[in-house]
């Protein structure tokens, strides 16, 4: 069957989806991506720090060249979902012939430890939307104190270093790992941000207090030192006074407070590390310290959206064991494990697949591929189910739902660069969906 005369909802307008989107347009099918918020780009307009303008700008002339296409539709500020404008198996009764869910990993993910509850708490995810302005987080308050805790050693960790470092010019900061200095995560050129702020000299003493674990599994202490400093001689000049810290081998336990109801500490458990089955691992001593602080951030990774209407597997949406379109020997479709049956039609790409997992480039990668086994599915239908665009326009309007539409998003983004011309700015984004709805509007 030819792709021309068939229709694939593309949920999601992040690198995945846009992408993916692409690929189908490419085949011939006829595309709508229906994205929760009102611009496009997911993560890579709300995630990327927000002075790396040159990355951004490159980005968006990408997707302003997929969604010129003819064979493609924007539709943003439509939410799908359980408690959503609508839900995935209405959009098969609206005559959808496949369905490709790149919502990312919408959830975060926590530790479930005593104390999380407690004000001074956060996620980085919150807060990166936050400094991005995306809405409802471009409007909520965050009680960032001077003393913070980042419990992960991540590209993101280095983010939320970044922010309080140099702009929220905090005290301290200390990063929390559960495993050794030679096990960071984060790139050389992202430590270069911050690096001019790290204690050398706590680094030096951390990784002494480590060197016997480190060397009992093979380690070398002075080489993980090295690789941790690697971007300090490119480091920025600091504008802050804060100090930069590190704490190894420690698992956070709990999560202390005062009597206000804020946070005041982290509990952490000592660990060793141990190999088993050529797997490095982190073991707990038995003994305990505790960190003082006054705002705690987990920047230990993402996960799925449990309202999303897909079911899950191990905290993730379950994609079938045995697919019948793999591509590169991965499974892009949905499944039911309860009944253990694939969810005709539905597939999966980029973190809604996998969260957590790779940047713009494994995003793109994974949208494209996600996209080619929707495209070997719809080869195989024997006649479309016939699309009905009004329908769709009909639905959203009786919901209260007035979608954005690709011409409006760039209406939006001129009044934007208006704004930061006269401002004097870099970047100007409104900072909530009223401000954005109501420019479009010409109110």
């Known amino acids: 069957m030819a792709l021309e005369n068939l229709y694939v909802a593309v949920i999601g307008a992040g690198p995945a989806g846009l992408y993916g989107a692409q690929t189908l347009a490419k085949l011939g099918a006829r595309v709508v991506i229906l994205n929760r918020d009102i611009k496009p780009g997911g993560l890579a307009e709300y995630g990327i720090y927000p002075d790396k303008y040159k990355m951004k700008d490159g980005l968006r002339a990408q997707f302003e060249k997929i969604l010129a296409s003819p064979q493609i539709k924007y539709l943003g500020n439509v939410t799908i979902g359980k408690n959503g404008a609508l839900t995935i198996p209405e959009l098969f009764d609206l005559g959808f012939d496949a369905v490709l869910v790149t919502v990312g990993a919408q959830g975060t993910k926590w530790l479930g430890l005593p104390g999380e509850h407690l004000r001074?708490?956060?996620?980085?995810?919150?807060?990166?939307?936050?400094y991005n302005k995306l809405p409802p987080f471009s409007s909520k308050q965050f009680e960032i104190g001077q003393h913070v805790v980042v419990v992960g050693v991540g590209n993101v960790m280095m983010d939320m270093a970044h922010w309080l470092v140099r702009e929220l010019k905090v005290d301290t900061v200390t990063a929390v790992a559960r495993r050794g200095p030679a096990e960071v995560k984060f790139d050389k050129k992202e430590f270069e941000i911050v690096g001019a702020n790290v204690d050398v000299n706590a680094l030096d003493f951390e990784i002494a207090r480590c060197e016997p674990f480190m060397r009992a599994v093979g380690q070398d202490p002075a080489q993980a030192r090295a690789?941790?400093?690697?971007?300090?001689?490119?480091?920025?000049?600091p504008i802050s006074n804060t100090r930069f810290l590190f704490r190894f081998l420690a698992s956070p336990r709990e999560i202390c407070g005062n009597a206000a109801g804020h946070a005041n500490g982290l509990e952490i458990e000592n660990n060793e590390l141990t190999r088993a089955n050529g797997d490095l691992k982190a073991k707990g001593l038995?003994?305990?310290?505790?960190?003082?602080?006054?705002?705690?951030?987990?920047?230990?990774?993402d996960a799925v959206d449990e309202q999303f209407g897909l079911p899950l597997?191990?905290?993730?949406?379950?994609?079938?064991?045995a697919p019948r379109f793999p591509i590169d020997g991965i499974s892009y479709e949905a499944f039911d494990p309860q009944t253990q049956t694939p969810l005709e039609g539905i597939f999966l790409a980029g973190w809604a697949r996998q969260a957590s997992t790779g940047l713009v480039g494994v995003a793109r990668k994974d949208g494209t591929n996600g996209a080619t086994a929707v495209s070997e599915f719809l080869q195989t239908l024997p006649q479309p189910r016939k699309f009905h665009p009004d329908a769709l326009r009909e639905t959203l309007h009786t919901r209260g739902i007035t979608p954005v539409t690709n011409a409006d998003v760039k209406k939006l983004e001129n009044a934007e660069d208006a704004e930061a011309k006269a401002r004097g700015l870099p970047e100007f984004k409104y900072a909530t969906n009223e401000d954005m709805l109501a420019v479009i509007r010409g109110q």
């Open 227 to 237: 690789e941790i400093l690697a971007g300090l001689p490119r480091a920025l000049t």
């Open 286 to 301: 038995g003994t305990f310290d505790e960190i003082p602080c006054d705002t705690i951030i987990f920047a230990i990774g």
């Open 313 to 321: 597997a191990r905290g993730a949406f379950a994609v079938n064991p």
């Open 120 to 130: 001074g708490v956060y996620h980085a995810k919150d807060l990166v939307y936050h």
